[in-house]
């Protein structure tokens, strides 16, 4: 039979190098910006619920926003110091995505502003091979000419 799981009481604290996004997610200070339901991946981790998949709807938390008036105001209401724009996938209606981060920025300058995308996650996926590639010595280029490769 098996035990109960122990209660996590705290959240640990960050690591040195962790990415400032995810210590505005531990953190509870990040506003998540649902832009889309549009997404063709079918990733199976992807928590997206039915009634927000292929929506046109815009979240800024679990709040339904009309426009960006109200994103912001959610943004001052929970002082976020970030936000992670995500849906669906982002990259899928780039101009709404374009259009967040400009409204973003105006309003709430300086904050980090990052996109949840599994086009993201791909890139990131093949740096990392292609990187520890390097490592092994298996492809004789540096990490700085990986990354301009990529960027291209």
């Known amino acids: ?9 705290e959240i ?12 505005q997610c531990q953190k509870g200070s990040k506003l998540v910006l649902f832009v889309t339901g549009k997404c ?9 619920s039915d009634n927000r998949r ?16 109200e994103v912001i105001e959610e943004a001052r209401a929970m002082n976020a110091t ?3 724009i995500t849906g669906g996938d982002p990259m899928l209606d780039m101009e709404k995505s374009l259009e967040a981060i400009k409204q973003l920025k105006s309003a709430l300058v300086p904050r980090t502003i990052f996109i949840c995308t599994p086009l993201y996650r ?19 280029t540096s990490w700085m000419e990986v990354l301009k490769d990529i960027s291209k």
């Not at 640990?12 to 210590?23: I, M, N, Q």
């Not at 063709?40 to 997206?48: E, Q, S």
């Not at 791909?122 to 004789?140: D, E, F, G, P, Q």
Request: hydrophobic share 35%.
């Open 1 to 9: 039979m098996l035990g109960s799981l122990p209660m996590a009481t």
């Open 12 to 23: 640990s604290p960050s690591e040195d190098g962790e990415a400032e996004g995810c210590v």
């Open 40 to 48: 063709h991946w079918g990733c199976d981790y992807c928590p997206l």
């Open 54 to 69: 292929e929506s046109p709807d815009m979240f800024a938390n679990e709040r339904r926003c009309q426009d960006w008036s």
């Open 82 to 84: 970030g936000t992670g």
């Open 122 to 140: 791909l890139i990131l996926l093949t740096a990392c091979v292609l990187r520890t590639l390097v490592w092994m010595k298996s492809v004789s």
